[in-house]
Every structure is written in C-alpha cells, then in structure tokens.
C-alpha cells in the first residue's frame, strides 16, 4: 500500500479545500493516486451533501446588501445547523455573497436565486460544495429585495436580527428606524398592517380572560376591544415609544424630523423554525444500549 504523507494530505487539501481526514481517507482509497482521491472527494463529499440535507437548519446568518446608489438591497436569510458554523469564514463570506447577488439580480424566489451564478458556479453548486467542505446542511431560506426612489437604511445585530428600511429622511433618521424596529421588532408599520389572524388571536386571548371576570357581555366586549387596541398600539412601529426618547411616539418622532416610512423587513435568524431538542443523556443510554 502506498504510504499517505502529511505532505500528500495537504497538497490535497489545497486543491479541493476538502477536510484535512476525508483529504486522507481519499488518498488512502485511491492508493495515493492523487486525481483519483479527487474523483473520490467530489463523490463523497456530493453525498456528505445529501445526507446533511435532512438535518434541520435554524441556526445562520442575516446578511444585508445596498447598492452604491442607495436605490436598491437586499435583506436574506441562511441557515446551518450549529451557531459554530455560523461563525466560519466561508459561511459569511457566502452569506453576504447571496445577498449582493440578490440585490444585483432580484431573483424572483429562493429557486431562481439557486439557479443564478454565484462566481464560476451556481448558487446551489456553492451551497452544495460549502455543505461539504463544513459538515453541516445549509439552506437559504428567504429574502426580501427592495427597489425605492427614497432611500434604505439597515441594522444587524450579532448577524442574528436584522433590519432593511425603505424610507424618506436624513440618513440619521433611517438608522434610528432600523434600530428601533430590531429592538421593539413591531408586527407593521401601523394598526392596519397587522394581520388579521394576530388581531383574531389577541381577541380570543383576551375574551377568554374577560369571560372569567362575570361581568355583563356588553362590558366584557368593551374589556376586549380594549385589550385588542392596546396590542394594536404595542405592536405598531408608528404607535410605540420611540426607543432613544420614550416621551415621543416613532409617529412624532418621524414628524419632528420630516421624515417617513415606507417599507420595513425585520429577519431574526430561525424564527419559526422547530428547532430539535437533544436529550444527551438518553442518547447515550440509547447507543449504550446497542452496543450490548
């Protein structure tokens, strides 16, 4: 058998950008046979890449993009299965990639995006190799292009929040927005933005509550449209506090400074996605109990 020296193992490396033991474990099948280890490498790795897809995906990256001229970006999500991987070079570099591209192209959804060029490859080739280079599934999982005659402003917060807004005013003012909107994270820009099944589901929380108080009905309607409004105002950007001087709502706020909003987007990484609970210790019960 032919001997597999670091050397080998690196040289291998350098040219796939494989992890350093599946770079072994390829020389080691092709009897050090360098192209054939990479023949080798490109099938392991492709089904590293399929058998990783199954594997939820609610940990990543929120990855915002604004053109030169300020009229057009991008706001994206991608996701991976560990916060570790979240933090990899090569799993930023590619967010933020997905997002220039977005803004540059405006993809139509997540399938068109897939299919357009990301460099020499497509952008679900790239995915599909960074799948195996890592380890883990990665998904791109949504985005939102903007187009404005006005202008944008975003905010990130630890690549976990993030925040594109399309409005009219100084350049201070947009930032403050977006600021505010990843800490107070409204529902819509006013109580008309709301959607109707969150306004449904406050009232049924809140006639339930009232119900139990055995006051009159025409009292306990009146409690509930009470609790419905106060939600309404709680959850409406222009209605709330604004975050840097709580004595003025965002509406006066925005008044004081001659400015307005249009469009906002807020992502926060893995939200609604059913993350999986492990139980380590039944886990290891479990593989103890198969070695038996």
């Known amino acids: 058998m032919a001997e597999i020296t670091a050397a080998m193992v690196k040289a291998l490396r350098e040219k796939t950008d494989a992890p350093m033991m599946e770079c072994k474990k390829a020389l080691t099948e092709a009897a050090g046979d360098m192209a054939r280890a990479e023949e080798v490498l490109r099938v392991k790795l492709g089904s590293k890449a399929s058998k990783a897809a199954s594997r939820v995906t609610a940990e990543g990256l929120i990855g915002i993009s604004i053109a030169a001229d300020g009229k057009s970006g991008a706001i994206v999500e991608v996701n991976c299965e560990t916060d570790f991987v979240a933090k990899n070079d090569d799993f930023i570099a590619f967010v933020q990639q997905v997002a220039d591209l977005v803004t540059a192209q405006a993809p139509a959804d997540v399938a068109a995006l897939s299919e357009l060029a990301l460099g020499d490859a497509s952008v679900e080739a790239t995915r599909a190799a960074l799948v195996g280079k890592i380890g883990e599934n990665l998904s791109v999982r949504r985005f939102k292009h903007f187009k404005t005659d006005n202008a944008l402003a975003s905010y990130l ?15 201070e003012v947009g930032k ?35 119900a139990e108080s055995g006051k009159p009905p025409e009292i306990v309607e009146k409690m509930v449209e009470g609790a419905v409004q106060k939600f309404l105002k709680e959850v409406a950007l222009l209605s709330q506090p604004f975050v840097k001087n709580d004595k003025l709502s965002v509406a006066q706020m925005l008044k004081e400074q001659g400015a307005s909003i249009k469009h906002f987007e807020l992502f926060v990484v893995g939200e609604g996605i059913e993350k999986k609970v492990s139980d380590f210790a039944a886990e290891v019960a479990a593989a103890a109990a198969g070695n038996q």
Request: glycine share 10%; net charge negative; no cysteine.
């Open 157 to 171: 917060h630890g690549g976990k929040i993030g925040v594109l807004v399309d409005f009219d005013g100084a350049s």
């Open 176 to 210: 403050d927005l977006a600021m505010h909107i990843a800490a107070t994270k409204p529902k819509a820009i006013d109580e008309h933005g709301v959607a109707d099944a969150d306004k449904e589901a406050e009232r049924s929380v809140a006639r339930q509550k009232a």
